[in-house]
């Protein structure tokens, strides 16, 4: 079929495999993403604080830039693993505003063009289409995540010494793991509600609310009960929980409150505890299957009216 | 690694051999929505090399072509294409096929290069092969000075041609076609009639057109399979169906056509009396049309006009219709 001849021939030449197929979709899906200069210097702003976190953890070594600088280096902010938790977590708010840019429209354009049957009409799955929609935000938001959280680690480890590395290794897989964590659940999200809704401003409106609405009661249920358990449906509330849990600085004891009678004594103290870890990680392994179940249920080439 | 193409290089001939796989074969095939049956207990193998499917609204022919995609299971029976079933085999089968969509299906914000592109790559074919027959088949259905365009910004009958184009981008051997030439204006849609021609005589691939109109699927296919309520009404081949079909003839006479007619009736022809003075006459085994000026002749009749009248598809169409299942 060459343009001059102008017939319809077949295909004669070789297939690629069909296990990488799913990666056609985000190699399309982020050449249309950076076209938008907006995105592009958001996403640029996005690798400030591991830049920030490169600098603290140089000036912790450089003894003759303390010097110029005239800070002493207990005066710095330690390099442990709260301070790794603390930049793992200000990416994750980074990488939810990513995601809430880029996740809506991936599948609502697709429900809105009828373009399901399109993709779904060639040996190409369901399965693999998820998979390739979500691969989208997987490398996206990686990038912001874990991968650089992880180059700062073999940074402090290159300048601290081997002893370092080896006594804070369990740091490496608290930093991929809570990435992968949090990038699945928003990428997960991101697809969810965009194939529940078919107008990007209306999904990402949805994502917006589904994240802060419930945190927003959580706060208000734990201050008026005194407790910090409805934090269990807060997105954030249980990623951090889970994050500080991979990092082993979670603590149930977020607050305590001291009833005193009118001579300043104690009567009654309330100790504010955070949901335990293995809740936290049952709710967000559920919240997983609901979405993986609606993604199931409309990512179809045509629906059925029964 | 690269895997080597299923394609055949050889053309297809007009109709496939009785011993090599049908290119459609029905094994009872029954599809149900909830309770609502759609199809019910199809059988039949297909062998055109363009089969026209035909059937009123609801009759289930988007049906049929959504489930040997795989898009519905079936509730009962299965189907087989090139010999591989729609159950066991979606992918094998689904590397082999085009469908060009009925409803108006893009993604939005590619240009027609950059879909037709991506669609090929998801056939399978590599980034390169892919570029390079996104611009031969947009070339090929007449879309080359817009394929750099937005598929947004296109017109009905221009996305009718980028649907076809990603339908044939990967050479499959079988090309699904639902209501190709929904909502074209007239030249539209004989460019459209034109390039489902030439695709058939190609020889390099099998075509399914369902429409509703019967003009096209008579323009374009050589066999037609009627569905009638989720059934076969009819499955025939079009070109034997007419040769075998009885004649008409139209005849146009002036004075006592009712002697004439009880004449006819003597003979054994069956015949309707389509207006004044018009007859349309089915010749019997044995009768010709000498007979006819013959019986003219005794009655004192005047033949004014005479022509013969195959069964056109409509007639075909019609008769299915009224006929119910089993063919005609």
Redesign the interface.
């Known amino acids: 079929?060459?343009?001059y001849e102008?017939?319809?021939?077949?295909?004669?030449?070789?297939?690629?495999?069909?296990g990488s197929?799913f990666l056609?979709i985000p190699r399309?899906t982020l050449r249309?993403v950076f076209n938008s200069k907006l995105f592009t210097a958001f996403y640029v702003i996005c690798f400030l604080p591991p830049l920030v976190e490169a600098v603290l953890i140089y000036l912790h070594h450089n003894v003759t830039a303390l010097a110029i600088m005239n800070v002493n280096a207990r005066q710095l902010i330690p390099i442990d693993a709260y301070f790794f938790q603390t930049f793992v977590q200000i990416q994750g708010w980074l990488a939810f505003f990513v995601a809430l840019l880029v996740g809506p429209p991936l599948v609502s354009?697709?429900l809105?063009?009828?373009?399901l049957?399109?993709?779904?009409?060639?040996?190409?799955?369901r399965t693999e289409y998820v998979i390739g929609k979500m691969s989208v935000l997987l490398i996206l938001l990686s990038w912001i995540t874990w991968v650089p959280q992880l180059l700062m680690f073999l940074f402090q480890s290159y300048l601290e010494g081997f002893a370092w590395f080896r006594s804070n290794l369990l740091m490496v897989s608290a930093i991929v793991i809570s990435g992968i964590v949090w990038i699945l659940l928003l990428a997960l999200l991101s697809q969810t509600v965009s194939a529940l809704l078919k107008w990007r401003i209306v999904a990402s409106g949805a994502m917006l609310g589904f994240v802060f609405i419930p945190s927003v009661f959580a706060g208000i249920v734990n201050l008026i009960f005194q407790t910090r358990w409805a934090n269990i449906i807060s997105l954030f509330a249980l990623m951090n929980n889970v994050t500080a849990g991979l990092f082993g600085t979670f603590d149930r004891i977020t607050g305590r409150i001291q009833i005193s009678d009118f001579d300043d004594n104690v009567v009654r103290e309330i100790l504010l505890l955070e949901p335990p870890l293995w809740a936290c990680w049952i709710v967000l392994f559920l919240f997983c299957a609901v979405c993986l179940a609606i993604l199931h249920w409309k990512v179809?080439?045509?629906e059925?009216?029964? | 690694m690269a895997l080597p193409a299923s394609v055949p290089e050889e053309p297809i001939k007009t109709h496939t051999a009785l011993t090599e796989p049908p290119v459609i074969d029905l094994h009872g095939l029954s599809v149900s929505f909830g309770n609502r049956p759609i199809l019910k207990n199809l059988r039949g193998d297909l062998r055109g090399k363009a089969i026209g499917l035909l059937g009123p609204n609801g009759a289930g022919k988007t049906t049929l072509i959504h489930t040997l995609l795989g898009f519905h299971a079936p509730s009962s029976g299965t189907a087989q294409i090139f010999g591989m079933d729609i159950i066991d085999q979606t992918k094998q089968i689904r590397s082999l096929i085009g469908y060009m969509p009925e409803r108006d299906s893009f993604i939005a914000k590619m240009s027609a290069v950059h879909f037709v592109r991506l669609m090929a790559e998801l056939s399978g074919l590599p980034s390169e092969a892919a570029l390079e027959r996104a611009h031969e088949a947009l070339f090929y259905v007449g879309l080359g000075e817009a394929r750099y365009r937005r598929l947004e910004t296109y017109s009905l009958g221009m996305k009718q041609l980028a649907k076809l184009a990603q339908a044939i981008v990967h050479g499959p051997r079988l090309i699904f076609l639902d209501e190709p030439t929904n909502g074209l204006d007239p030249p539209a849609r004989l460019r459209m009639i034109k390039l489902i021609r030439e695709i058939r005589d190609s020889g390099h691939a099998h075509i399914v057109l369902s429409s509703h109109l019967l003009l096209d699927v008579e323009e374009c296919c050589d066999e037609i399979l009627i569905l009638k309520d989720g059934q076969i009404a009819v499955y025939c081949n079009l070109e034997e169906e007419r040769k075998s079909n009885r004649k008409f003839l139209m005849i146009e006479t002036r004075g006592d056509q009712e002697k004439f007619v009880k004449a006819i009736q003597q003979l054994g022809c069956e015949y309707a009396i389509s207006g004044d003075h018009r007859l349309k006459i089915v010749l019997q085994e044995g009768v010709e049309v000498r007979d006819l000026y013959r019986l003219a002749e005794e009655q004192q009749v005047q033949l004014r006009r005479l022509s013969y009248k195959r069964d056109s598809l409509e007639d075909i169409f019609l008769k299915a219709m009224e006929n119910g299942y089993g063919g005609l």
Do not use: W
Request: glycine letters at 4%; one cysteine or more; charged letters at 25%.
């Open positions: 079929m060459a343009v102008q017939t319809y021939k077949p295909y004669k030449g070789t297939l690629t495999p069909e197929r056609i399309h249309g354009r697709d809105r063009n009828n373009a049957p399109l993709y779904l009409c060639r040996p190409f799955s179809k080439a045509y059925v009216v029964r």
